[in-house]
């Protein structure tokens, strides 16, 4: 009797033993994969937080290669290695150009395929305000198209002899190195009479506009040379000239018109333009050689496993750029 007890005891305790081992395997391994959990968490984090500051790096490398080259500079680099450890890299894309401004419609061609209203798509240039306008080497021709619409409190007799517009276009001249200026001023419509009273019907200002002759200032003046002050045509200028770039001033001088409106004379005096490269005008993807008014910038950041993105648009001579957004994605 004494050992089937002893035997049943044992037994017991064998059974208890087993249940705590198996208790403390259990609780073993929920621990283990806790802790492996979170230990892959943290990785984790830590691999964003590198790729992250892998897409700053490529942000400010990009920031120093627009300031450091001519305007409508554009890039498209290959992974680049920014540190000892071969798994953190970066890339980015530079796009600083447009084949229209305002750029509102080069969107709308991208996104849509098409323009939806490009009649009224002008930027606006208050009285004595100027616009500096840059192109690429690249381009062939342009047009500045503008209306004043306000033309009616003016007599018609005046249009084609009311100046409105001043543009000044500078270059570097290819044989001199020495930069030269072609300007005029232009009045609110064309010299039939019959353009720049509304966004359908603009002047144009280019190698082929309505107005296309300047009057030609070398960077030496000499008073005796028969180049200073001579006539010459747009297109002729850019052709021996490199890094053009375009300034239009609102020269309208409000005192002029006469009867009634509901604007104040100064606001009255507001002239309507855009810009737009010819040669590039239907390309689908928005590319051209005109600079954009503002440079955008995506950086892709790579640290192991995972890839951060970052994207900015910066304008010539601003102190910083504006983020547009940023992304995190596992690495596929």
Known sequence: MKKLQMKNRKGSALLVALVFAGLLTLVTVGVSSLISRETRIVSGLLTQTRAYYAAESGIEL???DVQENKPGFEANTEILEI?????????????????????????????????LDESVSYNSLKLNESI??????????????????LTGFLESTQLNQFDILRWKLFGKNKK??????????VPASDQTRSKGTSPGSPVSLGPNGDWNVGTFF??????????????????????????????LTNFLDPAKLSGTFDLERKDA??????????????????????????SKIKSIGIAGGAERTLEVSVAPDSFLPIFDFALYRPKL
């Open 62 to 64: 990009a920031l120093l």
């Open 83 to 115: 540190s000892s450890d071969p798994m953190v890299a970066v890339k980015y894309k530079v796009a600083s150009r447009t084949n229209r401004i305002p750029v509102l419609a080069d969107y709308q061609l991208r996104l849509l395929g098409t323009v």
């Open 132 to 149: 500096k306008l840059p192109f690429t080497d690249d381009i062939s021709d342009f047009v500045v198209e503008y209306y004043y619409p």
């Open 176 to 185: 001199t190195g020495e930069i030269d200026s072609l300007n005029e001023f």
């Open 218 to 247: 070398p960077s030496t003046f000499d008073e005796n040379s028969d180049l200073v002050g001579s006539e010459m045509r747009i297109g002729e200028f850019m052709q021996n000239h490199e890094q053009n770039y375009l300034i």
């Open 269 to 294: 005096a507001t002239v309507y333009y855009r810009v737009r490269d010819l040669a590039n005008l239907n390309t689908v993807t928005g590319s051209g050689n005109l600079v954009s008014p503002t």
